[in-house]
């Protein structure tokens, strides 16, 4: 597990009791290599970890800009609760593992682990309940990457998130022309 480290650009909210939201249906998954994989819903986001919020701008291909604020938990916390199957002392060992990230609507991304690791980036990537004050349970939760400039990776209606590593490609020392690789 990641060293806990301040949120960047989130602050920490707690929730108004009497703000009860009926709990949806939709759930999502977080498997992989995982100790504990998980099946979440948006309630579960908002009753197990503290919630923090983001104020974001970021640029919608067929929107424009846009500005919302965005509360959930921090990635890095949930997926730390699923139990990274990595040795936690290693930072090398850390640095190998992927999310990708999948939503109802098709879309999916991938992140580094690294990006959200305390000892790397240190980024505070959300798992968002709400989203401009309306809770999102009916909806899904929605990946949130604040620092990112383009809403590429703001994935909606989460139904999973995969966890581990890739193998590497084979490497050969015997190139053809063709291959890809320029030559100098």
């Not at 640095?95 to 992140?111: E, I, P, Q």
Request: glycine share 10%; aromatic share 6%; hydrophobic share 40%.
């Amino acid at each position: 597990m990641s060293r806990p480290g301040p949120p960047s650009r989130t602050t920490a909210v707690r929730p108004v009791p009497g703000d009860a939201v009926p709990v949806g249906h939709r759930r999502f998954l977080i498997r992989g290599q995982l100790r504990r994989p998980l099946a979440l819903t948006v309630a579960d986001l908002r009753e197990r970890w503290p919630q923090r919020r983001a104020q974001v701008v970021f640029d919608c291909a067929t929107n424009g800009p846009q500005h919302h604020t965005f509360e959930g938990p921090l990635l890095r916390e949930v997926i730390d609760a699923a139990g990274p199957a990595f040795d936690v002392r290693r930072r090398k060992d850390r640095s190998r593992y992927l999310l990708a990230v999948t939503g109802g609507d098709g879309h999916h991304t991938v992140l580094s682990w690294a990006e959200l690791d305390a000892d790397f980036g240190d980024a505070p990537v959300l798992l968002a309940t709400a989203m401009d004050g309306r809770a999102l349970d009916e909806a899904g939760s929605q990946l949130v990457v604040p620092s990112d400039r383009c809403g590429a990776r703001y994935i909606s209606a989460l139904t999973g998130i995969w966890f581990g590593t890739c193998a590497l490609p084979s490497v050969s020392h015997d190139l053809s022309p063709g291959d890809g690789v320029g030559r100098s």
